[in-house]
């Protein structure tokens, strides 16, 4: 969440070294990673799909990469969201949009040589983000385009993971067209919580972002009235709910699918009430409630890979 300039932002981060590499780990989201790992392996329980040691291997891989890169986009972010800093720092972030291609290129030429089906698909999911990021530096562009390259790591990523992993590592025989409804709802609905909701996440981010630079949302946004800024802020949240909703009917025996919309939508009420009124910050930091809220999305994914889904 880029909200720099809130004043409780605004000092250093207080204690030692190890407390400060701690702080960092937690506000440029770490967590992405075990909740990227998490999904795989929930996808693999669900669809009853085996996972060798190649596929375990890729997913670490991915994840580290997932996390450098939202590391540097964070930062870029940063630069960006404080033009007090953007002069100071513009030449540090100058090659950032390369930096947002190299990442991605070199996880999926690692992945690459890890071998297995998981792999492939990721690697080719890499490259897909890795010729966006690199031909679409930031350089003082605006919040838009962070969305669609957010947008396209959802969608190229963890699509491409949802769909094709329990395809190509399905038993002899099945084909796509003979898998369980269970299966199908499986993939749909991790699509749905990770494609939609980070997507409602990110535009949350920017409502946050216009509400502690004293701007209205609708500026930032692009223009726009109450009621359509209203909507644009709302929908993401509820198609993801309402995909966990659906998914949840089609398979009840998975407990966490019935479970996920309230979790989802208690995700989305801390972060945005955090910011939008200081009282429900409840952890002194909208930084980091909002990092903390998310957390509870890896207890629940946790949860069901270890007592099997």
Not at 131 to 159: D, H
Not at 267 to 283: E, K
């Amino acid at each position: 969440m880029t909200i720099a300039s809130h004043p409780k932002l605004s000092a250093p981060t207080p204690g030692g070294r190890l407390r400060r590499v701690v702080w960092a780990l937690v506000t440029y989201r770490a967590y992405h990673a075990v909740l990227y790992a998490l999904f795989a392996l929930v996808v693999a329980r669900m669809t009853a799909t085996p996972v060798r040691g190649s596929d375990y291997a890729a997913i670490v891989l991915a994840s580290v990469a997932i996390f450098v890169w939202n590391t540097v986009l964070d930062r870029a972010e940063d630069a960006i969201a404080r033009p007090d800093m953007s002069a100071a720092i513009s030449d540090r972030h100058a090659s950032v949009g390369r930096w947002l291609g190299v990442v991605p290129a070199v996880a999926a030429l690692a992945l690459a040589s890890v071998g297995g089906h998981v792999a492939a698909v990721l690697a080719l999911a890499f490259v897909l983000v890795a010729a966006f990021g690199y031909s679409n530096g930031l350089g003082g562009q605006p919040w838009k385009r962070f969305l669609g390259i957010k947008t396209l790591v959802a969608v190229s990523g963890w699509v491409c993971l949802t769909v094709l992993f329990p395809v190509l590592n399905a038993p002899p025989g099945l084909t796509p067209a003979e898998m369980s409804v269970e299966h199908w709802a499986a993939v749909i609905w991790v699509t749905g919580f990770f494609a939609v909701g980070e997507t409602g996440s990110d535009i949350k981010d920017i409502a946050a972002d216009a509400a502690v630079g004293g701007k209205t949302v609708a500026t930032t946004l692009g223009g726009g009235g109450a009621v359509a800024v209203t909507v644009a802020l709302s929908l993401p949240g509820l198609a993801a709910i309402a995909t966990l909703v659906v998914t949840g009917a089609l398979a009840p025996r998975f407990w966490f699918m019935a479970a996920s919309p309230a979790v989802l939508a208690a995700v989305f009420a801390l972060s945005w009430l955090a910011v939008r009124d200081p009282r429900f910050c409840l952890l002194r930091n909208p930084r980091l409630q909002d990092q903390v809220a998310h957390l509870w999305l890896v207890v629940l994914l946790a949860a069901a890979v270890w007592l099997g889904a």
